[in-house]
């Protein structure tokens, strides 16, 4: 089966460290990490740097977004231009301005998605919904690591239900966009960022996988 794309996938590149630089005008920081080889993009604090240059494999300058000029760097990740549907897969919501068909994996990666982060009874048209942001937000705090991770695990496994019961009688639907499984393989909270990390393992029932990392 066919949809358009609105779920996006990136590998997100590992950061060791963040370093401001002084003297450079415009504000601008130093990321260290260990693969930066296709890198296409550096978010500072959630938003996008406007200019990046790739030092070595090593090491980027990024300038860091207006919008965060003044505020306190908390948080940096880079973007790869390689999709590995590994754990550093990272799933962005996003319609682009001439949306793409897609099929398969990605397919049933976007579709759990979209259920999993609706919230129940928000749509008139399907009540499906996973609710995870909405459960999250009920439940983050400080100490809030195990209340954080049930709640996921909730959502997940309501998911997965519901997602299998509304599969199973629909018989257009093929084996690779199938759901067999759905768990999760990692959780991280970072309470100095206030950032959610969580990762999502994904089985068809053609046997192909897909993990992908949902930021909050």
């Not at 759990?112 to 909405?134: A, C």
């Amino acid at each position: 089966m066919i949809d358009f794309q609105v779920v996006r996938l990136q590998d997100v590149l590992p950061v060791t460290s963040i370093s401001p630089l002084p003297g450079v005008t415009p504000r601008s920081v130093e990321i260290t990490g260990t693969d930066f080889i296709n890198v296409e993009s550096v978010y500072i604090n959630d938003s996008l740097s406007p200019s990046i240059i790739v030092m070595s494999e090593k090491r980027i300058l990024a300038q860091v977004p207006d919008d965060q000029r003044l505020e306190t760097i908390r948080a940096a990740y880079v973007l790869s231009t390689r999709l590995t549907f590994t754990q550093r897969s990272l799933v962005e919501l996003s319609v682009g301005r001439r949306p793409q068909t897609v099929s398969g994996i990605l397919m049933l990666v976007q579709n759990f998605v979209r259920i999993l982060l609706r919230t129940p009874g928000t749509n008139i048209f399907n009540s499906l919904g996973g609710g995870m942001f909405e459960s999250i937000g009920k439940n983050i705090g400080a100490n809030s690591r195990d209340r954080v991770g049930s709640s996921i695990a909730v959502s997940v496994a309501r998911t997965r239900q519901a997602f299998i019961a509304a599969q199973t009688p629909d018989r257009r639907i093929p084996p690779e966009e199938r759901l067999l499984t759905a768990d999760i393989i990692g959780l991280s909270i970072v309470p100095e960022q206030g950032t959610i990390y969580a990762t999502i393992a994904l089985t068809s029932q053609a046997g192909t996988s897909a993990a992908a990392t949902i930021i909050r």
